[in-house]
């Protein structure tokens, strides 16, 4: 029981949780009622998700045993190298796939096609399109239509392809949106 204290004492909550008191029937809307129903059951979930996160990280260092939770530990484990597997069927058919004309789906895509007819997804051509729309040839080092260098280009295109990201404490990235990071379980800020 003293680990569970322990726990609990790692996993910082909010003290200052405030509590709906209407003045008056008035005074009170229902939609910002449900609004602030809705934000304390997220911050509820966030908090689950914190101690859920501590209790794995401390079973797996054997350092609480509590009987009650070892099945949910062993699931967490399998779930875990499920998501192995999956990450390295994914790399392994992006391998296969580079240079075909074949989307990530699997579907065959014609040579003209910007996005899969199948999945919607934007096709991954090895020519560059310009930020002002004309297609560059792989050669290419600068567009001919706006004069910008395609290693300007790609790295705008890079920059919005990916997620913002904000850095932990630990160094860690967590991507926008996160609300924990996933390496030392601090609240993302």
Known sequence: MDNL?????KVKVRENIQHIVPKSDKSVN???LKKELEEKMNEKLKIYGFIGMEVYDLAQEKKIDFPQIKNYIEKMDE?????????????????RNVGKNVCTCGFKLKSQDRFCPNCG?????????????KELEKDSKFCRACGKSVEEILKIQEENRRPPMKECICGAM??????MCLECGRKAE
């Open 5 to 9: 204290k322990d726990l609990m004492k």
């Open 30 to 32: 229902l939609k910002s």
């Open 79 to 95: 779930i875990n190298q499920s998501i192995d597997n999956l990450e390295k069927q994914i790399k392994e058919q992006e391998a």
């Open 121 to 133: 997804e934007m096709v991954q051509r090895d020519e560059i399109i310009c930020i002002c729309g």
């Open 174 to 179: 967590i991507p926008a949106g996160q609300f």
